[in-house]
């Protein structure tokens, strides 16, 4: 009988396995040699019952020589050290100690495995090194070496497959280059190349190879190969002018030209003049070479490298037209999984990829596939997109059954972006769906076209990557030879205001000179330009600003840096850190949580009636709070469970809320890097909590190193599984694999534990609240100003309409709706004006006199089957206008306002509105004041306190009292019609030929010819809009200054003066006394219309001029 | 500072420069760098190994295990190296070479010499 050693585990384990032996006690290796033992046994037994294949041994014949393992003190006999070990036992007991002939065989073993692991491990550095050298590129090395060596730029034209990617760096590497940066136009393919680099250059574990994208890195001073996003390098030249860091620079995937690729051609090309040393590599796909080689005046070489594929039989199966009304039909699809099923017997293996435009496209194909897999048992469905969870895509990598085939149904992220193995058929539907931007109404518009032929080819070459291959093109071979070549690049079709934006501060005086590989319109560009200078970024004359140039070095869109500075300036970073951060994830409300009245009504307390943005907020605090309750004591498993239900409960997608604490980490660290941010200095911590925080925090590290161990994660990546079939469908991941599903979320949860601790989850909690009066001035105020000017006004037949069906005005697109998911669009009731008056005489009919007026603000518009508002918050019309409206004009009356040309407000009582321009200007001023002081202070950590303070408390005083203020007026919006007869200009017959003289030596105000009005500051101008039919006439015996109440003036331009004058006065007098007051209020009592003294003070002065009206 | 750190500065230093030298096998081309020659790697003191071989890291799993995986050796014939690949070298108390192998098939045990034969 064979002698079974896992009877005596815990013996031997004692007597041989010790923390420095061979095999360390514990370890993945201790496991692994217990498993080999196992199966020596049986084999031994098996081989001793049958006795007639016992061959002699040829042993002892291993290269470790286990007899003599040493031990710390020296060389020492294994067995015999081992003997001493052996833990005692009755001799005449059930299971007697383990004779010594034993132990000697144990040895035995032990080498033997030792002695297999090598040779498993050798094997398998030899297999990769196999694997590199029958690539495509691997004979065209030392050609790019020699090249690269001796040219400034090389290009390689080399289809998928080929190795460039992974191998390029890899030979220059070899070949001395040190400094080497290799640039992907995403962020996750610079993560798994860097992971393969890595692992190919034997450095997994070391640091050689490293890649750094925006808000991550994996970089040190050891790095000699670091993989990039493209934008993250165009921000090194911001820094960097010349790139001195890199001596090559590897530009992979420029076939693909986004938009930052493109941009970083032409600076690269006009870097070579300054940088005679710096190499250029460009990496591309065959198609189209020449376009790049030309682009660097045909003197650089060209390595062509065939891609490897498998021939692959085109069949044209043209759709006849079934579709109605936009729906796809499923038939076609199914006809192919059916004749596949009956042509090609089921043991071949094989599986199919179908390309469609988009998610609906897919959720229709899937659901129809799946039915057809139920009745055949055959087949396993399973869609790949963008929107799917990490671990749902990658389901679509796993192994189908023996018999099975699986049927991934993706948009073209399967096209270049992934790459699925064991492909045979692939269904291409020749659509796409493109998101093109259009700059004249700022609208993003996603618009099924065909695809180019460029795409089409590739949809076809990826049947052919494991053998020959078949692709079904359900279109006819008319339709594809009538395709373009290439798609539109990026430059062509979305928007240009950040890349204008980053060209202006990199000192690109003229955009439209810049060379690019292919020029954008002009149109586009000066549209681009004329959103910046609206957005504050850049002057009218083309100078960027001191915003703009802060704008360009944070890698976020131009409205996310707008917040993020404004948070800054008034010192409310950690709110505007989170709203930036919930605004910049995906929706984290699923489908089903507004149809589930469960989870609406669970949601109920997190809902704000100002708008998503708000809502949002409270959402990811309350889920903060929610991960702070289960405090350290609990397991981390029970932890990520109580909140995963809470989220459930009430319709959130968790992961979203920890991409939103990603995010915001991220946003933080930039601001920091911007060194916009006047660092707090870290708060003292007693050495105990520091002990405390050290411990959990190695705890969680541990954790999670034997949680990537476990998946193989940081090495080859994840391992592929075996899908199981289940009636074609495959098992959800929540409850069938709870056990690994739920380690993922634990995982989450610990990573999410190991940045922050309690105390600063608290911190943020309570800085995320907006539950006072002024919070909530200050966050609009700030939001409006960052997302100005995308703003919208209600159509006035709104009210009482369901929510999805209300109509909203932009400037440039009428008629839009609120998108379906947003949270106003499901509670329309508050987007009701309030308290209307009946219309007055001398308002146009039909107009809502109110002092309740809003706007919505909305963060971006989308085009699907018609154009939806994102993101949507309410603000203050008049308000809102007044603080934030480019160009103000007003006319003769100081009581109608245009506002941007398109937003007309008619006040009852002229001087109110005057009141509000006047103390809406000193907030601008001080507002940029402040911005100015901030910014001339950044880096230094000096602020001037004082005169910071100063005017952050006028402005605080100036802000609160216009939000406070409740005057009524009327609000419309202009049509291109009144826009044309609505100023003077140049040559009209103002109404008065000039202003009257003031009685100080006070300038009188420019002339605008265009308008005809006078400028009053740079942006109001003065008497400027016609008399219209409605235009309210002054009260007949003039007008009475609400401040001092003895100003009686008949002519409104020197009342205009005065109050300004007047009230500046006061508003500095009471400043102080005010500022106090309101501040107390403000965070005692949330009440809107609570009367506060600042209110108090309005209503006494607006009392004072109403009763002159009314006289 | 104590011993332990070091040595293992020291043992650093000296992996360091074993990096630089390339293990190149005679039969099949195959090329590595090699941290350590010798027959007891700095990185697993514990064991020992039957003769010179050229040793690397395990590159497979984190630096600091101490697992590392022999490349191969010097043919004990012809003194060229050669990797630990059953294609290129037989081990057999001491690592030879297949064409040495060949050359001296007498001197081996018959089932090896007939077990060498099977896999090719």
Redesign the interface.
């Known amino acids: 009988m064979a002698f079974d050693f896992s009877k005596y585990r815990r013996d031997f384990d004692t007597a041989f396995f010790t923390d420095?032996?061979?095999i360390?006690f514990g370890?993945?290796?201790h496991k692994d040699f217990w498993v080999f033992c196992e199966k020596l046994y049986k084999l031994k037994s098996r081989t001793l019952a049958g006795r007639s294949r016992s061959?002699?041994d040829?042993n002892p014949?291993?290269?470790?020589?286990v007899e003599?393992?040493?031990?710390?003190s020296g060389?020492k006999w294994v067995v015999e050290d081992a003997i001493t070990r052996m833990p005692f036992r009755d001799p005449d007991s059930s299971k007697p100690p383990v004779p010594v002939e034993r132990l000697k065989e144990f040895a035995e073993i032990i080498a033997k495995f030792?002695d297999f692991m090598?040779?498993e491990?050798?094997?398998?550095?030899?297999k990769l090194?196999e694997a590199q050298k029958n690539l495509p590129i691997a004979e065209h090395e030392s050609d790019i070496v020699n090249y690269v060596k001796n040219f400034p730029v090389v290009l390689i034209a080399g289809d998928t497959g080929c190795g460039k990617s992974t191998q390029v760096p890899q030979y220059l590497l070899k070949a001395g280059f040190s400094r080497i940066a290799c640039t992907q136009p995403r962020r996750i393919a610079c993560i798994s190349l860097c992971q393969r680099v890595a692992?190919e250059t034997?450095?997994?574990?070391?640091d050689e190879v490293g890649y750094q994208v925006r808000f991550e890195r994996a970089k040190t001073k050891a790095t000699r190969i670091v993989f990039l996003t493209e934008g993250l390098l165009l921000r090194q030249i911001v820094g960097d002018p010349t790139l001195t860091q890199y001596d090559v620079i590897v530009l992979d995937e420029v076939h693909e030209r986004h938009l930052q690729g493109d941009f970083l051609l032409g600076i690269l090309k006009c870097l070579m003049y300054k940088r005679k040393d710096l190499k250029i590599v460009l990496m591309s796909a065959t198609i189209n070479s020449e376009m790049f080689t030309d682009y660097f005046f045909n003197l650089t070489p060209i390595v062509q490298v065939p891609g490897r594929l498998y021939p692959i039989e085109v069949v044209y199966w043209p759709v006849v037209s079934e579709e109605k009304a936009g729906r796809i039909s499923p038939s076609p699809y199914i006809r192919i999984l059916h004749m596949i099923d009956e042509k090609y017997p089921a043991e071949e293996r094989g599986d199919v990829l179908i390309f469609l435009s988009g998610m609906a496209e897919i959720t229709a194909i899937a659901d129809a596939a799946k039915e057809y897999a139920q009745k055949t048992n055959r087949w396993i469905i399973l869609q790949l997109h963008s929107s799917l969870s990490i671990e749902e895509q990658d389901r679509a990598f796993d192994i189908a059954p023996d018999g099975v085939r699986k049927c991934v149904i993706s948009t073209n992220i399967a096209e270049t972006s992934v790459t699925i193995d064991g492909i045979r058929f692939v269904v291409d539907s020749g659509k796409v769906k493109e998101m093109t931007f259009d700059p004249t109404t700022r609208t993003e518009k996603l618009k099924e076209c065909m695809i180019s032929r460029a795409s089409a080819e590739q949809r076809k070459g990826r049947a052919g990557r494991t053998g020959p291959g078949i692709c079904y093109r359900l279109y006819t071979r008319e339709e594809f030879e009538s395709m373009t070549d290439f798609s539109a690049p990026e430059i062509m079709r979305t928007s240009l205001d950040s890349l204008v934006l980053q060209m202006v501060s990199m000192g690109v005086k003229e955009p439209l000179s810049f060379p690019f590989i292919q020029k954008p319109d002009s149109s586009r560009l000066k549209l681009a330009m004329e959103s910046l200078i609206s957005h504050g970024a850049v002057e009218p004359n083309g100078t960027v600003t001191t915003v703009g140039g802060l704008l360009a070095m944070l890698p976020v869109d131009i409205m996310v840096g707008k917040l993020l500075i404004n948070g800054c300036v008034f010192e409310r970073l950690d709110k505007v850190l989170s709203i930036a951060s919930v605004l910049t994830v995906q929706n984290p409300l699923t489908n089903k949580s507004y149809r589930d009245p469960d989870c609406v009504s669970a949601r109920k307390a997190l809902m704000s009636d100002q708008g998503d943005p708000f809502m949002l907020l409270n959402m990811y605090s309350a889920w903060l709070a929610e991960k702070n309750k289960t405090g350290t004591g609990s397991s981390s498993r029970e932890r990520s469970s109580t909140t995963r239900s809470w989220c459930k409960r009430r319709g959130i997608e968790e992961q979203r809320m920890y991409e939103v604490t990603k995010m915001r980490d991220q946003f933080m660290q930039i601001v920091k890097e911007s060194e916009f941010l006047d660092q707090a200095a870290p708060k003292q911590e007693t050495a105990a909590q520091r002990r405390i925080r050290i411990g959990e925090r190695s705890m969680l590290h541990q954790w999670m190193r034997e949680f990537k161990r476990k998946r193989g994660l940081g090495?080859e990546g994840r391992k592929r599984k075996v899908l199981k079939a289940r009636d074609g469908e495959v098992a959800s991941d929540d409850e069938e694999t709870s056990g690994k599903s739920g380690n993922i979320h634990e995982a989450k949860d610990v990573e999410f534990r190991m940045r922050r601790n309690a105390a600063e989850i608290k911190n943020i909690i309570e800085h995320d609240k907006v539950d006072s009066f002024q919070d909530m001035v200050f966050m609009k105020a700030i939001l409006t100003a960052s997302i100005y000017p995308q703003w919208a006004i209600a159509d006035p037949h709104n009210n009482y309409k369901a929510g999805t069906e209300q109509m909203y005005h932009t400037k440039d697109k009428p008629f839009v709706t609120l998108h379906p998911m947003g949270m106003l669009a499901n509670n329309p009731e508050v987007l009701r004006v309030g308290s209307c008056e009946p219309t007055v005489a001398g308002f146009p009919p039909g107009s809502q006199i109110s002092n309740k007026h809003e706007l919505l603000l909305y963060l971006s518009m989308m085009e699907t089957t018609r154009p939806f508002l994102m993101n949507t918050a309410r603000i203050p019309a008049a308000q809102s206008l007044f603080l934030f409206a480019l160009n103000t004009d007003v006319d003769h009356n100081f009581s109608r306002y245009v506002f941007d040309g398109w937003l007309e407000v008619r006040f009852t009582n002229p001087l109110e509105g005057m009141q509000l321009l006047i103390v809406a200007s000193e907030v601008r001023v001080r507002w940029k004041k402040l911005l100015d002081l901030k910014i001339m202070s950044a880096g230094r950590n000096n602020v001037n306190r004082k005169e910071y303070s100063r005017n952050e408390k006028i402005f605080v005083n100036g802000l609160v009292q216009i939000y406070l203020n409740d005057s009524t007026y009327s609000l419309r919006r202009l049509l291109a019609a009144d826009a044309k007869t609505m100023y003077y200009g140049h040559d009209g017959t103002s109404s008065s030929s000039h202003l009257p003289e003031m009685p100080d030596d006070l300038n009188e105000p420019e002339f605008d010819s265009i308008k005809g009005g006078w400028k009053l500051s740079d942006h109001v101008t003065y008497d400027c809009l016609t008399y219209d039919a409605l235009s309210s006439a002054l009260p007949e015996d003039g007008l009475l200054c609400p401040c001092c109440d003895d100003f009686n003036e008949d002519h409104p331009y020197l009342m205009y003066r005065h109050i300004e004058y007047c009230c500046k006065e006061r508003i500095d007098q009471t400043d102080l006394d005010l500022g106090e007051r309101t501040r107390r209020s403000g965070s005692s009592d949330s009440d809107e219309d609570g009367t506060s003294s600042a209110t108090a003070l309005l209503r006494k002065r607006k009392f004072q001029g109403g009763e002159r009206k009314d006289v | 500072m104590d011993d332990g750190s070091e040595y293992s500065k020291r043992l650093s230093a000296r992996i360091e420069e074993d990096a630089k030298k390339i293990f190149h096998c005679s039969q099949c081309e195959?090329?590595?760098p090699f941290h350590y020659k010798g027959r007891?790697p700095p990185f697993?003191?514990?064991?020992?190994?039957?003769?010179d071989?050229y040793v690397?890291k395990?590159?497979?799993?984190?630096?600091g295990?101490?697992?590392f995986?022999?490349?191969g050796s010097d043919c004990s014939v012809c003194d060229q190296q050669v990797?630990?690949?059953p294609g290129c070298s037989v081990?057999?108390?001491r690592r030879i070479c297949l064409p040495c192998f060949k050359a001296n098939k007498r001197d081996f045990?018959e089932?090896?010499v007939a077990?060498v034969a099977s896999k090719e």
């Open positions: 420095n032996s061979a360390r370890s993945e290796e061959k002699g040829l014949n291993h290269l470790v020589c003599c393992i040493a031990s710390s060389r030792l090598q040779k491990k050798f094997r398998k550095l030899r090194r692992y034997l450095n997994q574990y070391g090495g | 195959f090329t590595e007891n697993k003191r514990t064991v020992w190994l039957k003769e071989s690397n395990d590159p497979f799993v984190p630096r295990e101490g697992l995986v022999v490349l990797c630990q690949n081990f057999y108390e045990p089932k090896l077990k």
